[in-house]
Nanobody, 120 residues
Framework: QVQLVESGGGLVQPGGSRRLSCAASGSIVSIKAMGWYRQAPGKQRELVAAITSGGSTNYADSVKGRFTISRDNAKNTVYLQMNSLKPEDPAVYYC??????????????WGQGTLVTVSS
């Protein structure tokens, strides 16, 4: 079984910064991509940023230039550095890992989510 544990959420002032972390553990053969998604109340879950094992990144237009995703492949950990947080950024942020599980089956795991609130 694979577990993703997120941390780093909390209350941030507008314009402030926050760093989220997500560590994957369990029976994992390989993780091809890790990503961060977010879901605000009443809205669908959306991709924020993703990164492949090779380091290629993809960002939502709304966070480009403000958020940076990075990854430590050796630790199966992904980070999301969020700068210049805006009132539209508050949401539950979820981590995702896609790859191959130890069973040989496809891996598509989600974390439990971490809440980010932006308020003065």
């Amino acid at each position: 079984q694979v577990q993703l544990v997120e941390s780093g959420g909390g209350l941030v002032q507008p314009g402030g910064s926050r760093r989220l972390s997500c560590a994957a553990s369990g029976s994992i053969v390989s993780i091809k991509a890790m990503g961060w998604y977010r879901q605000a109340p009443g809205k669908q879950r959306e991709l924020v940023a993703a990164i492949t094992s090779g380091g290629s990144t993809n960002y939502a237009d709304s966070v480009k230039g403000r958020f940076t995703i990075s990854r430590d492949n050796a630790k199966n950990t992904v980070y999301l550095q969020m700068n210049s947080l805006k009132p539209e950024d508050p949401a539950v942020y979820y981590c995702n890992a896609a790859g191959i599980a130890g069973t040989g089956n496809a891996l598509d795991a989600w974390g439990q989510g971490t809440l980010v609130t932006v308020s003065s």
